[in-house]
């Protein structure tokens, strides 16, 4: 199984500033045939199910934010969130869906300093 | 819109076995695949396995194979997730999501339904 870990597992940012959240995956997730990555990122707010914001690393969905961006490649990815707003209060994950079983990260916790 | 609409909470005792279904509209059903995801009180995200809505094909992740079984009715387009053997670690938010992309097997989850608590306890 590919193990997902997070760094750091929570921080507090001030309101407008970046936020930055780290994933590795314990072996690349790297598509040779298509050369994107299978990583997906997530927020997931109390009480409610996970929101997709970023597949294949960078790809932002539709209705995100831009200032949610993705990037990285083969084992190392970052979440960055360049100006924190309240309503970006949550735990965000990462999912691998290179191989199954398809897996998360533990997840960050993102709170307001 | 897509809508994933899930079964209500559930409350089984160890060795018992929970029906979750998940009913799904505003998309072509058969173009999808689901997946059925948990996370246990408090904890992370825990995939438990895929369906094809086109042809039923299952991929089950190792550590439930045996225990658990998706199926798919096409005329109500639903989603099953059927647990065996519940366990008190069972105890969880059950979620049915569906991939973004249904062209390759890559699942990402675009939409997700509401989740169904399943509480196992003696």
């Known amino acids: 199984d590919i193990v997902m870990t997070q760094s750091p597992d929570s921080l507090a940012v001030s309101l407008g500033e970046r936020a930055t959240i780290n994933c590795k995956s314990s072996?690349?997730?790297?598509?040779?045939?298509?050369?994107?990555?299978?990583l997906a990122w997530y927020q997931q707010k109390p009480g409610q199910p996970p929101k997709l914001l970023i597949y294949?690393?960078?790809t932002r969905e539709s209705g995100v934010p831009d200032r949610f961006s993705g990037s990285g490649s083969g084992t190392d990815f970052t979440l960055t969130i360049s100006s924190l707003q309240a309503e970006d209060v949550a735990v965000y994950y990462c999912?691998?869906?290179?191989?199954?079983?398809?897996?998360f990260g533990p997840g960050t916790t993102v709170d307001i300093k | 819109q897509v809508q994933l609409v899930q079964s209500g909470a559930e409350v089984k005792k160890p060795g018992a076995s929970v029906k979750v279904s998940c009913k799904a509209s505003?998309?072509?059903?058969?173009?999808?695949?689901v997946s059925w995801v948990r996370q246990a009180p408090g904890q992370g995200l825990e995939w438990l396995g895929w369906?094809?809505?086109?042809?039923?094909?299952?991929n089950y992740a190792q550590k439930f194979q045996g225990r658990v079984t998706m199926t798919t009715d096409k005329y109500t387009s639903t989603v099953y997730m059927d647990l065996r053997s519940l366990r008190s670690d069972d105890t969880a938010v059950y979620y049915c999501?569906?991939?973004?992309?249904?062209?390759?097997?890559?699942?990402?989850?675009?939409?997700w339904g509401q989740g169904t608590l399943v509480s196992v306890s003696s």
């Open positions: 999501a569906k991939e973004k992309d249904g062209s390759v097997f890559s699942p990402f989850f675009d939409h």
């Open positions: 505003g998309y072509t059903f058969n173009r999808y695949g």
């Open positions: 369906i094809s809505c086109h042809n039923g094909n299952t």
């Open positions: 072996q690349s997730v790297l598509y040779n045939s298509n050369n994107k990555n299978s």
């Open positions: 294949w690393a960078s």
């Open positions: 999912q691998q869906y290179y191989s199954t079983p398809f897996t």
